[in-house]
């Protein structure tokens, strides 16, 4: 287990649900794929997500996850990187879902 969090630290985050609209893998990157993630009144952003080779583009596209969309921008391979997609951390990453279908930006939490 890492170490604790106060309450306080954690209710920082915040994670919301976003529809990827465009997928692509980074060619000069043998992990990245650059999600383009609707999260309605908070806009579209760009998201960097070391999920592939295991995850295709057209896996996620059109379909809705969990993301964390206040960290601070991170460059990655020369690109920046505007949020984080939320995955289970196994031998297969999988990215986490809404249970039911939601608007884009809705709040989780």
Do not use: W
Not at 2 to 18: I, N, P, T
């Amino acid at each position: 287990m890492k170490q604790l969090v106060r309450y306080e630290d954690f209710a920082k985050l915040d994670l919301r649900v976003g529809k990827v609209v465009e997928c692509v893998r980074k060619e000069d990157s043998n992990k990245l794929l650059r999600l383009t993630v609707d999260f309605g009144a908070e806009g579209m952003r760009n998201i960097l997500s070391g999920i592939y080779p295991t995850h295709q583009p057209e896996d996620l596209l059109g379909k809705q996850f969990i993301f964390v969309i206040n960290l601070e921008p991170r460059k990655l391979m020369g690109e920046e990187s505007q949020g984080m997609l939320l995955c289970t951390d196994d031998e297969k990453l999988l990215p986490l879902k809404p249970k039911s279908k939601s608007a884009p930006g809705t709040a989780i939490g």
